[in-house]
């Protein structure tokens, strides 16, 4: 089937066989305009205890260095460039070709790229919300739309939401197309895929597809009704019409069920990667911190102290769209004795970046949902103030 390929939107990341580690090149490209070079993007490789690699692109949007760099997964490329979000990735890296993508404006939008390797040369992305399925037949959904379809390997495919709706939900997913058919195919799980997502200027999530599963439907994440992430990483043998009934059932059910298996290894990990972004923090290299307590959630979803100090690390930045995603994740992992005290905090902290931006409806409602549960002056004031806002409309 023919598809069309519209404007390119957010990060393309496109895979091929790694050069030797003394001869570092990737090739940088537009994420808006498709196959447009992008020059002057700032690159550097970072090791623990070695000397950083830096380069800049051509206008042929190259980038290559002499390094003595292991290209491995010890190994961290950052490509920047102002207007751009900053990209930052584990290698191998080199021979690779990455896009960036724009900082988006939207306090509630968001932007989801699938990449992924030569083969299968089509895989789908697949977005459902109520009464909406956007992909590659229906492009276009209520506020939210597929920017690029991809049918040739590599990707990307990029949907970006424009605004998220306030109490309903979102399920992503990837279908296999290439092998749409097969109940047996491996070719998903060993495609290298990647799902990243972005929010504000900030790449805040990236999910890999996990390699040897036989599946061709690799459902990757919910959003609940509060904006929430759950991860969901479930493989299944489905068509496009299974599917699609299925990503149905995940919104209309009582709630989002993890797939995930975090074991205690990786919470440990995870533990040790959010003490050295403290240890950053309070060293006031709030940008490395961020990145750490970034990995730190990525590895461990549920680590309710990363995600807190990843959302006081977005505010201390100035990233408001992103501390709105922190403090609702903040907000779902809330338990025991202080949850109340917690799921207040964060409820008024949405509510002063929704008053920030001159949003007094969305402020109003998050500041009588923090008054709900705990008593507290600021939110009594907070509630004050946008009525009277609203009164002078």
């Known amino acids: 089937m ?45 090791r623990n205890g070695e000397s950083s690699v830096r380069t800049t692109s051509t206008a042929n949007g190259i980038a290559s260095a002499s390094s003595t760099l292991a290209d491995d997964n010890d190994t961290t490329m950052i490509i920047d460039k102002a207007g751009y979000s900053t990209l930052v990735v584990k290698c191998p890296c080199d021979g690779f070709t990455y896009a960036l993508s724009p900082v988006m404006q939207n306090l509630d939008g968001l932007r989801v790229v699938l990449t992924w390797g030569s083969t299968p040369s089509d895989l789908d992305s697949h977005l459902t919300y109520p009464a909406n399925h956007v992909y590659y037949v229906k492009k276009q959904g209520r506020d939210a739309n597929l920017d690029v379809d991809d049918t040739d390997s590599y990707g990307p495919e990029t949907i970006t939401i424009e605004q998220k709706h306030d109490g309903e939900r979102y399920v992503y997913a990837v279908h296999d197309y290439t092998n749409r058919n097969s109940k047996t195919s491996a070719a998903l799980g060993n495609s290298s895929a990647r799902v990243q997502v972005y929010v504000g200027q900030t790449l805040i999530r990236t999910y890999n597809v996990k390699p040897q599963q036989t599946a061709s439907s690799w459902v990757v994440f919910g959003i609940d009704e509060n904006g929430a992430f759950h991860d969901i990483d479930q493989y299944l043998s489905l068509n496009r019409e299974g599917l699609a009934s299925h990503l149905n059932s995940l919104i209309s059910a009582e709630s989002f069920e993890s797939h995930s298996l975090i074991t205690d290894a990786i919470k440990k990990e995870a533990k040790r990667i959010n003490t050295r972004g403290e240890k950053l923090y309070g060293e006031k290299k709030l940008e490395e911190a961020m990145y750490a307590f970034q990995d730190a959630v990525n590895l461990y979803p549920s680590f309710g102290q990363a995600y807190s100090n990843l959302g006081l690390t977005y505010q201390k930045l100035d990233r408001t769209a992103e501390a709105l995603w922190a403090n609702r994740k903040a907000i779902e992992l809330a338990s025991g004795k202080n949850k109340d005290r917690v799921q207040a905090s964060s409820y008024y902290n949405i509510a002063r970046i929704y008053e920030a931006s001159g949003r007094w409806q969305d402020a109003l409602d998050n500041f009588r949902k923090a008054k709900s549960l705990r008593e507290h002056s600021a939110y009594d004031s907070g509630i004050t103030r946008m009525q009277e806002k609203l009164n002078q409309q």
């Open 2 to 46: 023919f598809k069309s390929c519209l404007r390119l939107s957010s990060l393309l990341l496109a895979t091929s066989l790694a050069l030797p580690a003394a001869a570092l090149e990737i090739k940088v490209l537009s994420a808006v305009v498709k196959d447009e070079k992008i020059a002057d993007a700032k690159i550097t490789w970072q």
